[in-house]
């Protein structure tokens, strides 16, 4: 039972992630986040918050219909676990320099035109993609602390 309610919060936080991400956050806290000083700390906190009821809403009714054993600590635990983890990556600072000690500044900057090996168009100028090394770090570390969320609203 413990496997099949771990399971089921994890879908449940993996679709409200993609959801709060990407179409609950508005452009403009997708904007601000990264600013330095209250206006980036405040427009993160504000997607952070839509991004976590978005979650939440999601997570209710999975709970209530497979009708799930999690405990409210358990809840509060790993929703704070994942927020905070989120507002950090966010920032953009924050993971740009985890991904250069890790080694992984190239690859963080790969669809930019700060990547040694930027794509440019026939005329030499920049051609972007969709997507980045950036965006793709960032939704890794998320789908990490997810499932660091989800192991302890399932456990605790």
């Known amino acids: 039972m413990l496997a099949a309610t771990f399971a089921a919060v994890f879908v ?5 992630h993609s959801v709060g991400d990407h179409w609950v956050q508005s452009s403009c806290q997708a904007a601000d986040k990264g600013k330095p000083g209250w206006v980036g700390r405040l427009a993160d906190a504000r997607h952070v ?3 976590t009821l978005t979650k939440l809403i999601l997570l209710v009714p999975v709970v209530l219909l497979l009708d799930l054993r999690v405990s ?8 704070t676990a994942d927020a905070v ?4 990556a966010d920032r953009r600072t924050t993971l740009a320099r985890l991904a250069k000690v890790a080694g992984k500044s190239e690859f963080y900057s790969l669809g930019t035109p700060a990547h040694p090996a930027a794509p440019a168009t026939a005329g030499g100028g920049y051609a972007p ?3 980045t090394g950036a965006y793709a770090l960032d939704q890794s570390f998320h789908h990490v602390w997810l499932l660091v969320g989800a192991l302890i ?3 605790v």
């Open 49 to 51: 918050l839509g991004l």
């Open 153 to 155: 609203i399932a456990t």
């Open 85 to 88: 983890t989120h507002w950090w």
């Open 72 to 79: 409210a600590l358990g809840l509060v635990l790993g929703f």
């Open 129 to 131: 993609t969709l997507g």
């Open 12 to 16: 449940a936080l993996y679709v409200g």
